[in-house]
């Protein structure tokens, strides 16, 4: 029986390719004992070992693929590192150029770098109260009674105007020893006047010898003791009247005060007077009132001066000295600075704010201050040294470093790198990088600083 085999029936698997369908037939063939020409055999060979490399290649490229995301490592799963140390050459050109249009449109004011003193500027808030140093609280000379008041809360007074008349219970005892030492002197005086003129007598009886030498001595002792004895009453006189100067009113401020029997009345009374002038702040007695030197009855204020006691900041005490200039602010006058100085820096501080009081003495001549009123001061306070200066506009920041600009002409400036101190009343302290009296372009340095940062932005295409 002779069997038939077809290359069709011989593949194992129907879905193959052309190729892999034409090794199985030639595989066949050789199997059963069909004998080909070389050139079969040929191609056989040669379709084996593409096969075969085909098939490697797969395999190599599956076995990366899976590597590669099927395990990942941490190479992967990090992005390439960038260097966190930032480069000291910022990339910036060394000077920018305009031209004689950008320079009139930018409008540029340029200034010098200046040596002088550095000025700081503390500003506290705070309260206008009295100067203490010209607050009077009047009592009354001696004890007595009110018998009339003179003024009442915010008159005007003048120094020795009389606030009050005072039914002075001490009057009447240092009048009687007035009249009494003026008694006592007329006595001494007449005694004097008979002792010297027996003194006189003596002496003339001498020479005829009707009286002896010790007779004219015992005159002379006596006339001397006479004069003695004026002097001691004198002297006593003087001390009375002068505590009956202590007690004594004031004149009356009215022209109804001068007749004889109003002036005699007041002459038994005392009166409390105003020490200085200034403004009657408060009135504590009423007429009838009984009132003694240990209780205050009138408030005299002199507003000519106040203090305004600023509380400053822990960290700002160390620039604020005795002496400095102080400009004072309240919302009354919004337009008016007042002037003054620092006199005193308390040597504690409040344990609730934290803040130190600061008392400034304030000319207040017109009287606009009033007492009590909030108040904003401003301390300018010398550091003590010279420095390079120059206006706080000229300075910008550049890519994190403080820049000023220095004009080189022709419409160039050239960008220097800074290092800066302490800022103040529009000025700021520069420590490195420029020498005095350099220029440097203040007003409008800003828009120097945006051509420099554009200019160093790369052009698209």
Known sequence: MTVSLEPSRLTPVKKLDSANVEIADLDAHSRYGRRESPLHWKILVENRCLLFGLATAVAAAGLGFAAGYSFPSASHRVPPAVSSVATADPGLPATIALSDAELANLQLQVDKAKMGPLVREVSATGSVGYDLLHLARVKSPARGRIESLDVTVGDRVVAGQRLAILDNFELSVAQSKVASAKAAVSQAKVQLATATAAFDRAADLVRTQAVSLGEVDASRAAAASAEAALRTREAELRQYQQEEARLLPVPAQNPDAGSPTDQAQLDSRGAIVAPFVGVVDSVSVALGDVVDPSTPSFTVADLSTVWVEAEVAEHDLGAVQVGDEVQVRVSA?????????????????????????????????????????????????????????????????????????????????????????????????????????????????????????????????
Not at 337 to 365: H, M, P, W
Request: with cysteine; proline share 5%; net charge negative.
């Open 333 to 461: 006058f919004p337009e008016r600075v007042f002037a003054g100085r620092v006199t005193y820096i308390s040597d504690q501080l409040e344990t609730t704010t934290g803040t130190a009081k600061v008392r400034c003495e304030v000319s207040n001549t017109d009287g606009a201050l009033r007492v009590n009123m909030f108040a904003t001061a401003t301390i300018i306070s010398p550091q003590g040294r010279d420095s390079i200066l120059v206006p706080s506009s000229a300075v910008q920041d550049v890519n994190g470093q403080n820049v000023v600009f220095i004009p080189t002409g022709h419409g160039q400036f050239a960008w220097r790198a800074v290092r800066t101190g302490l800022t103040a009343n529009g000025q700021i302290q520069i420590t490195d990088g420029l020498a005095a009296d350099t220029p440097v372009v203040a007003d409008g340095s800003y828009w120097l600083k945006a051509a420099l940062t554009q200019s160093a932005i790369p052009s698209e295409g």
